[in-house]
């Protein structure tokens, strides 16, 4: 049986141990590209992550351009964008870009 004298320190204790600030996280892996935009044969492509040394494959075809990135996430995070610049193989011309993450093509930020 608890008394309440033993109660209270208790439930302080749990409290405390609720409120204690977590552990930052970081996990690396492949990430979605949120943007892009081509600058002849280099693309440009923006992800949500923030300093996470992020690294870029790419697969070209005749009408695709498929690029993976691999980055870091850190929890908490600071507030950034990490920007890669891939090159390619040829200009990009009639291509489409798809994002090897989701499969499918990432919002552009062509202009």
């Known amino acids: 049986m608890v ?31 949120i943007g892009w935009s081509n600058a002849g ?23 695709t351009v498929t690029i993976t990135v691999t980055s870091t996430r850190r929890d908490p995070g600071d507030a ?4 890669v610049r891939v090159e390619l193989d040829a200009d990009l011309g009639d291509r489409q870009v798809i994002d090897g993450v989701t499969g499918e093509e990432p919002p552009g930020i062509e202009g």
């Open 3 to 33: 008394t309440r004298r033993a109660a209270l320190p208790m439930a302080v204790a749990l409290l405390l141990a609720a409120c204690a600030p977590s552990e930052p996280t970081e996990v690396r892996g492949p990430v979605a590209i």
């Open 41 to 63: 044969n280099e693309q440009i492509v923006d992800v949500d992550t923030c300093n996470g040394d992020p690294v870029a494959e790419v697969v070209e075809t005749d009408t």
């Open 80 to 83: 950034c964008l990490d920007i």
